[in-house]
């Protein structure tokens, strides 16, 4: 299937690793140029080359959390391809912490980068999309359904802050053909949730998936290339859940233990 992103103008913040990374490699095999970036210009530049073997890449250090920068590498990348077609808010940051635990610097920190970093990315975006349309993919998480206590206190209620303001934006910008959409990940194999839970929980949270593991970021990059591609054209508005069916059956392992019993 022609997914029609061939020579398109691709944006994905958080780009350097993780999700981002796997996204912005799906879209480049699929024939489009992609920009990225993150705070951390190392990381970026590291990335760069290694996503450059695919395709055409541009890369910029920033904090998505100041609209500034945000407006400005929007016009970098609208200047360097000559259009903006597709963005995707992906940056997050999940702050290991309780309810209680949290100052002012830290909530500010952690609105701007899970929530603000959105905002600005989709009034960036349709900037540039707003005469010749486009799409915007921001990416939430499961725990904007699923409240995760004790821990990462607000990082649910800020993505799921993210697919309330998905539907907004998508009834602001229709009328200029730029569809915004929102993908709601799972557990996911990222360096992050690698380096910050146990495997003990990873494997308490993986057998809590109707899939028995973990994502792969390529398995929620597929479907962010998808939202934002041709093949998605009448979908606006909408949040895919892609957590292998995490949280959605009060009896997960009862598929595994009826064929345990079987053998």
Request: proline share 2%; aromatic share 8%.
């Amino acid at each position: 299937m022609d997914l029609g992103l061939s020579g398109k103008s691709v944006v994905v913040t958080g780009g350097s690793k993780g999700i981002g990374f796997a996204t912005a490699e799906a879209f480049l095999r699929e024939g489009a140029k992609v920009a990225i970036c993150s705070r951390h210009e190392d990381e970026l530049k590291e990335a760069a080359a290694q996503l450059a073997q695919l395709g055409e890449v541009y890369y910029e250090a920033l904090d998505v959390s100041s609209a500034e920068e945000t407006y400005a590498f929007a016009q970098h990348v609208n200047e360097k391809f000559g259009s903006v077609d597709v963005w995707v808010n992906n940056v997050g940051s999940t702050g290991f912490k309780k309810g209680e635990e949290y100052d002012d610097e830290e909530i500010d920190f952690m609105t701007g980068v899970c929530f603000k970093s959105v905002i600005y990315g989709c009034q960036a975006a349709f900037r540039y999309m707003k005469e010749h349309g486009g799409a915007i993919v921001n990416v939430s998480s499961l725990a904007a359904r699923c409240s995760s206590a004790g821990r990462s206190t607000l990082y649910g209620p800020l993505k799921s802050a993210i697919n309330n303001l998905t539907n907004t934006f998508a009834g602001e910008y229709c009328a200029h053909n730029v569809r915004v959409t929102c993908v709601m990940p799972g557990f996911t194999v990222t360096p992050l949730t690698k380096s910050k839970i146990s495997q003990e929980e990873l494997d308490r949270n993986a057998a809590a998936t109707l899939l028995h593991r973990m994502a792969d970021p390529s398995e929620i990059a597929r479907p962010i290339v998808f939202l934002a591609s041709d093949a998605a054209s009448y979908m606006t508005a909408t949040t895919i859940e892609v957590s292998g069916g995490r949280s959605m059956t009060l009896n997960p392992t009862y598929a595994y233990d009826k064929l345990k019993q079987q053998a």
